[in-house]
C-alpha cells in the first residue's frame, strides 16, 4: 500500500494520515471524481452514466458525490476502498500485494427507458441498444449505425440545419419563407410554412413543415433540406401567411411533432398527409416464412386468412368488372399463402420502393389502381431487357 501510494502521488503528497488539503492542482488527490469518471480517456457521457448508475441504485446526493475529490481522504479509506474492489472482483491481492485482474467482472448495463439524449430514436429497441452500447467497451467501439445518405451537398444542410435551430430557439416561433426546388414540379417554389421538425428518412434528411407546399394540394410537406435554396423567417403579422396557419396561430395550437408521430402511426409511409388506403397484399408462403414472419414492418400491417381477403375484395369499392377479375385472380392463388392487410399512404414514394424490393415475391390485390400501376411499370421494365 506505501508503495502504491507514493507512486501515484508522487512526492509533494502529505505524508500523515490525516485527510490530505488542497496543496498541488497536479497532485492526483486534487481531480474530482467527476474528472476522474468523464475525460476523453473514459468517454464517458456524465448524464447518460448517471442516470444509468441511479437505475441500479438510489443516491439521493450523487452530484455532490462528483464533486469531491476521489484520492482526497485517509491512507486507511484508501486501504478500504481497495480491498472493497477485491471483494467485488475488480482487484487480486496476491503476496500483499494489488493486482489487476485479467478479466472484469460483468456489471449491470441497461438503463431505465428514460433516455432524453436519444429520445429522437423512435424506436425503442433500437435507442436501448444505442443508449447500452453507445460508450467503447474495453476500450473498442463495438456497436455502429450505418446509413444509406445519398445527399452531396452535406455543406448546405448543415447550413439550414444551424439557421432551423436558431429559428426554433426564439419566442414565438416564427414561420418562414422557404426558397424551394421541387424536383417532383421542376420547378423552384416559394413556400410560406411554419417550420415544425427535421426527420431523417429513407437516404436524406426531410423538414416537416406546415403552410404551402409546393403544389399548393396539401397543409403539411416533407421538404428536402438539401434542395431548399434558402430561409427567410417572417412575422406572424404577414398579411401573406396562408389562412390555415394564420388560424391556428390564433387559436395558440401550432403544428407539433407529437402531430406526424400520430399520423405515421395510422398509415405506412413518411408522407403522412396524403390519403390513407387500404392495402392487401398476397406473400408466397416459402418467402414469408423465412422473410416477413416474425417482423415488424407497421401497427396496421396484419395477417389475415383466405377468406378475409376474398371477402374484402367482395366488398371493395370498385366496379364489378374489377371485382370478377380480382375474385378470378385470388382463386387461382394457394390458399396456403400468406394474406396480409396494410393502411398506406397513398402515392409516397418511399411505399412504392418498399414495394418494388419486395418483387417478385409479393401480389398487390387491392387496391386496383395500385395493381395496375404497379402491373404497368413492370411490363415496362420488361421491355427494357427484351429490346435489347
Not at 224 to 232: A, H, K, L, Q, Y
Not at 264 to 282: C, I, P
Not at 307 to 325: D, G, R, Y
Amino acid at each position: 500500500m506505501a508503495d502504491w501510494k507514493t507512486a501515484f502521488f508522487g512526492s509533494t503528497h502529505p505524508k500523515g494520515e490525516t485527510i490530505p488539503d488542497f496543496h498541488d492542482p497536479n497532485c492526483h488527490c486534487a481531480k474530482t471524481t467527476a474528472e476522474w469518471l468523464f475525460d476523453a480517456k473514459t468517454g464517458l457521457n456524465q448524464e447518460i452514466w448517471k442516470r444509468s448508475l441511479l437505475s441500479h441504485v438510489n443516491i439521493s446526493n450523487l452530484d455532490e458525490i462528483l464533486e469531491k475529490r476521489l484520492f482526497g481522504v485517509t491512507r486507511r479509506s484508501l486501504q478500504a476502498d481497495l480491498q472493497i474492489l477485491v471483494e467485488l472482483g475488480w482487484l487480486e491481492n496476491r503476496e500483499q500485494k494489488y493486482h489487476r485482474v485479467q478479466y472484469l467482472p460483468s456489471r449491470p448495463i441497461t438503463t431505465k427507458p428514460n433516455n432524453h439524449e436519444l429520445n429522437f430514436l423512435n424506436q425503442e429497441d433500437l435507442a436501448e441498444i444505442a443508449e447500452n452500447m453507445s460508450q467503447k467497451i474495453g476500450g473498442v467501439q463495438r456497436f455502429f449505425l450505418k446509413l444509406d445518405y445519398v445527399v452531396t451537398a452535406i455543406d448546405e444542410v448543415g447550413n439550414w440545419q444551424y439557421e432551423l435551430r436558431k429559428i426554433w430557439e426564439k419566442t414565438p416561433i416564427p414561420p418562414v419563407n422557404l426558397i424551394y426546388r421541387s424536383a417532383r414540379l421542376g420547378d423552384t417554389i416559394e413556400c410560406l410554412v411554419y417550420p415544425v421538425c427535421i426527420y431523417y428518412v429513407q437516404r436524406a434528411v426531410y423538414l416537416c413543415a406546415f403552410g404551402e407546399s409546393p403544389d399548393r394540394k396539401t397543409d403539411w410537406y416533407n421538404f428536402r433540406v438539401d434542395r431548399i435554396e434558402n430561409i427567410t423567417p417572417i412575422t406572424w403579422t404577414n398579411s401573406a401567411i396562408p389562412q390555415n396557419l394564420q388560424q391556428r396561430y390564433h387559436q395558440r395550437n401550432l403544428p407539433n411533432p407529437e402531430e406526424i408521430e400520430l399520423q405515421m402511426d395510422k398509415a405506412l409511409g413518411f408522407d403522412f398527409y396524403l390519403e390513407s388506403r387500404l392495402m392487401l397484399l398476397r406473400f408466397e408462403r416459402d418467402y414469408h416464412d423465412r422473410y416477413i414472419k416474425d417482423t415488424s414492418r407497421h401497427k396496421t400491417f396484419k395477417l389475415i386468412s383466405y377468406q378475409k381477403a376474398k371477402s374484402l375484395i367482395q366488398s371493395s369499392v370498385i366496379n364489378s368488372e374489377q371485382k370478377v377479375e380480382l375474385l378470378r385472380v385470388l382463386a387461382n392463388r394457394s390458399q396456403k399463402d400468406a394474406y396480409y392487410t396494410l393502411q398506406y399512404r397513398h402515392g409516397d414514394h418511399n411505399v412504392t420502393m418498399r414495394l418494388r424490393a419486395w418483387r417478385p415475391r409479393i401480389e398487390i390485390l387491392l387496391p386496383y389502381d395500385l395493381r395496375q400501376k404497379v402491373t404497368a411499370d413492370i411490363v415496362k421494365e420488361i421491355g427494357l431487357y427484351q429490346n435489347n
